[in-house]
């Protein structure tokens, strides 16, 4: 079982930059799915980007060209730089993990299993 926590939110300004991280324990990352999800208020959870055992990425429409994913195993860590970023980015964004040793993972919520508590970011104009 792998425990997932977040850090690195906040609140700027449209047009910065924020690096999210998120420390994993109970297990090394290296065989699992990682994804992050991002949540605002009144809306349903909705995948952000997600990242294979070795490396390769997928991105939802609103994150391509401004968000990169990526991770450590060796560290147990998963990140998300986030630039250029708008208001309507401002959620609650959550680390999730998936124990399937793939390279690409599906961004698709309910085969995600393991959770962190979330951080909120929060952008303004």
């Known amino acids: 079982q792998v425990v997932l926590v977040e850090s690195g939110g906040g609140s700027v300004q449209s047009g910065s930059s924020l690096r999210l991280s998120c420390a994993a324990s109970?297990?090394?990352?290296?065989?699992?799915?990682m994804a992050w999800f991002r949540q605002a208020p009144g809306k349903e959870r909705e995948a952000v980007a997600g990242?294979?055992?070795?490396?390769?990425?997928s991105y939802a429409d609103s994150a391509k060209g401004r968000f990169t994913i990526s991770r450590d195993n060796a560290k147990n860590t998963l990140s998300l730089q986030m630039d250029s970023l708008k208001p309507e980015d401002t959620a609650a964004y959550y680390c999730?993990?998936?124990?399937?040793?793939?390279?690409?993972?599906?961004?698709?919520?309910?085969?995600?299993?393991?959770w962190g508590q979330g951080t909120q970011v929060t952008v303004s104009s």
């Open positions: 999730a993990a998936a124990h399937r040793d793939s390279r690409l993972c599906p961004l698709i919520k309910l085969m995600y299993n393991y």
């Open positions: 109970g297990d090394t990352i290296r065989t699992y799915c």
């Open positions: 990242i294979g055992s070795s490396g390769g990425t």
